[in-house]
């Protein structure tokens, strides 16, 4: 279980890492700001849960059950950041048809409508599924 | 190209990637470079002293170090690696950076890993654990003298030239 949470946190990272790239690649981090997301919500969820995986990373060779609850403890700010995040982002998913028709104002889209939709969502499944599975392993 | 190249100078989070001029990366890198040299030496420590134990011991302590430094440090450099424009050559020498260092850290921690049956015994580090560690260490010299083109010949994360010429005004002039 200790281990399929890790792969589990793994897989999620690396689709966190897709979002965060295209979102600062697309000019989400810069000014004057056009996201949705502020960029203290996106680099504090980044920041809890890469803290989170080295936490868990340590576990895992020390095996402290101390270590497993500071990192599921991290995990819970980190899913809460994640679900404002999600419920910033689906207003601008909702609208992107519609604002990439002709005789819209031309104000400048926010970097997240460049999240491709399968990242997005495999991203929030495997989290929960990181969430569920470090809590069974802590709790074990 | 002067925007993208006055882009990769600012981080994309002050707080996480440090201060404009001040970026975070380059003093994390100093603990996974200072563990892991550390660590080889004691490798080829541990096969010259009496007692060994003590420095197997250590050098797994010392790789573990390193593997959570270089963690990291990674996490830094990943948004160090953002602030670059892709399609450049800067942006291609960060990416073949990061892939040694990956790599480099992925070695380590098999390394952690093959070393745990020799733990606690009275013997010097095998020879091959310590042929692994001394390519690591290879490969993250290549994978540093990249990092030092990024920032000494790319200008990655430095302040721009007006910011630096501030420290070279002389008032009696």
Partial sequence: MDVAALIAWLV???GGFVLL?????????????????PPALIFGHFA??????????????????????TA????????LLGFVMLARWIPTYRSRTVTAGPGTTASPEPAE????????VGHGLFAVTTLVLVLIATLD | MTSQLHQAKRPVSA??????????????????????????????????VDNPGFLNQGSVWLIAIGVVGAL????????????????????????????LNLTVTAAYVANFFWRQGDYGEPVGVALGPLVLSAVSLAALGVSGFLGGKLAYHYGVR???EATQTEGFRNPTT
Avoid: C, Q
């Fill in chain 1, 12 to 14: 999620t990272a690396v």
């Fill in chain 1, 21 to 37: 790239g295209t979102w600062i690649s697309k000019g989400g981090a810069r000014a004057p700001r056009t996201s949705n997301f």
């Fill in chain 1, 48 to 69: 809890l849960a890469a803290a989170g995986l080295v936490v868990w990373i340590i576990y895992l060779v020390a095996e402290t059950s101390g270590l497993a609850w």
């Fill in chain 1, 72 to 79: 599921f403890i991290l995990l819970i700010p980190t899913a």
């Fill in chain 1, 113 to 120: 409508k460049h999240f491709p939709v399968p990242v997005v």
């Fill in chain 2, 15 to 48: 707080v996480l990637a440090g201060p404009y001029g001040h970026p975070f990366h380059p003093i994390l890198v100093t603990v996974p470079i200072g563990a892991w040299v550390s660590s080889l030496v004691f490798d080829i420590a541990s096969r010259v």
């Fill in chain 2, 72 to 99: 990291a440090a990674a996490l830094v450099g990943f948004l160090d690696l953002f602030a670059i424009p892709g399609g450049t050559a800067a942006f291609r020498t960060g990416l073949v950076h990061m892939s």
């Fill in chain 2, 158 to 160: 430095v302040a721009d």
